[in-house]
């Protein structure tokens, strides 16, 4: 959008827009001086420098568009040698999406970006058999496969031909990133001098889009094993996120007053509180069958009376009432002559 806004003002001064050959090799400089700087990749000028190369690498994209330069239905020897190089546009765009700085909540959706067009890349590369190759799984390919291995019982143990077949591949592409990176060493002062016949220009070109070759399936690879990890903590996020379970709210203090009057000022001053008194306390627990003593059987009712009778005898005698001590000697004497249970007539046949 700034790459057409800026044509647009070049237009509107009367100044004539960048080419097509210098948007791509702008981008393609500003790639390379990001790819080996020393600087921190988050440091502003770096920054500047990445979305300047993106830019300029997008209106190089739509200019490639309108201009038709490529097509499913030719041949790779068709392609002008000119032309070439524009192969890398969307190789040189994933690379370049990859150092963009942003927070984690938007590194899912920027590495997705960059899989797309390194994916498109990829394809068009397959498409002309500049090099022999196998396409990764698209994302809907990915997510039918996952269905279907969720489906299939995991074996019991790896599979170690599909695993000794990755590294040898992987071995393979390195040692053909590195032959290439030798082969173009040789070449480029000739090539960026402008002294190379069309042949070496031709071949300098093809050695630059199939060492990108190796790189883009190397970065498929990284971003699908990062875009695993970041849907994860996704997941975890948004479950941590879940709001937790309602806490149980206090228990209130009961508080056990000692009287009515201390129930009232502790009531008037806590009114939510339940207050009662020792007696109210005991009544309702009695009624309830709460008391420690319930459940014991009871001593006889006339042992009881008999106890309390003797209690009262022995605190009259303590006060030294005298009708209480003579009624007592009278009892005494009355129990010297006359044996226990005299009189009782009821019990008789």
């Known amino acids: ?10 237009q509107s001064l009367g100044l004539e827009p960048p080419k ?30 990445v979305k300047r190369g993106i830019m300029h690498l997008e209106e190089a994209t739509r200019m490639v568009a309108q201009l038709d330069l490529f097509s499913s239905n030719e041949e790779l020897e068709e392609i002008a040698t000119a032309d070439l190089k524009y192969l890398l546009l969307p190789a040189l765009l994933g690379a370049l999406t990859m150092k963009q700085q942003v927070d984690l909540s938007k590194r899912l959706e920027l590495v997705q970006k960059a899989r797309v067009y390194f994916l498109d890349f990829l394809k068009r590369c397959k498409d002309y ?20 291995e969720r489906s299939i019982p995991a074996p019991s143990q790896p599979d170690l031909i599909t695993m000794a077949t990755q590294r040898q591949a992987k071995i393979e592409r390195y040692k053909q990133k590195k032959d290439t990176e030798a082969k173009l060493s040789e070449i480029r002062a000739a090539v960026e001098s402008g002294s190379a016949e069309e042949e070496v220009v031709r071949d300098f070109y093809l050695l630059n889009v199939r060492k990108w070759i190796t790189t883009a399936l190397e970065e498929v690879e990284s971003i699908d094993q990062e875009t695993e990890i970041l849907k994860r903590m996704d997941v975890l996020k948004q479950s941590s996120a879940e709001p937790p379970q309602p806490r149980r709210p206090p228990m209130k203090p009961f508080i056990l007053t000692k009287d009515a009057v201390q129930a009232k000022v502790f009531g008037a ?24 003593d319930q459940g014991i059987p009871r001593r006889d009712v006339d042992d009881d009376a008999e106890e309390r009778e003797k209690e009262e005898k022995e605190k009259k005698e303590e006060n030294d009432d005298e009708g209480a001590l003579r ?13 226990r249970g005299y009189g009782n007539r009821q019990n008789m046949g």
């Open 1 to 10: 959008m700034e790459a057409a806004e800026g044509t647009s003002n070049q």
């Open 20 to 49: 097509l050959s210098e948007l791509f090799d702008r981008g393609w400089k500003m790639y390379e001086e990001v790819d080996s700087t020393n600087e921190p990749m988050g440091s502003n000028p770096i920054q500047v420098k």
């Open 129 to 148: 058999n500049i090099s022999k190759f196998e396409l990764p799984r698209t994302s809907e390919s990915s997510a039918s496969n996952q269905e279907e």
């Open 269 to 292: 001053g806590y009114p939510s509180l339940a207050t009662m008194t020792v007696d109210d306390w005991y009544e309702q627990h009695r009624r309830q069958g709460r008391l420690p």
């Open 327 to 339: 009624k007592a000697r009278d009892w005494d004497d009355w129990k010297d002559t006359h044996r």
